[in-house]
Nanobody
């Protein structure tokens, strides 16, 4: 069955950095566009970044452009999110998922909490 296991979250000060990882299994990872999403308290889940199956193309939400970098390692079935210059408003639970036509596809993992606070 499909499994997505996110890790790497934590408490970080504003301006700090974190690297999130998402280990995927149960599907042919190398054929899927993968995305990172986040959900802040009281808000809807939003798309943060996407990367095509080969890693040749990436896209970012305007709010994270220039600060976050998505990457993947198809040999390890893992997608990453490098987050730099973190801001209070980046506080959220971060999830990865498959992306089909711009929409999340399939079940979600447990997510990883990112808290930006002094």
């Amino acid at each position: 069955q499909v499994q997505l296991v996110e890790s790497g979250g934590g408490l970080v000060q504003p301006g700090g950095s974190l690297r999130l990882s998402c280990a995927a299994s149960g599907f042919t990872f190398s054929t899927w566009t993968m995305s990172w999403y986040r959900q802040a308290p009281g808000k809807e889940r939003e798309l943060v970044a996407s990367i095509t199956s080969t890693g040749g193309s990436t896209n970012y939400a305007d709010s994270v452009k220039g600060r976050f970098t998505i990457s993947r390692d198809n040999a390890k079935n893992t997608v990453y999110l490098q987050m730099n210059s973190l801001k209070f408003e980046d506080t959220a639970v971060y999830y990865c998922n498959r992306n089909c036509g711009g929409r999340a596809f399939g079940s979600w993992g447990q997510g990883t909490q990112v808290t930006v606070s002094p």
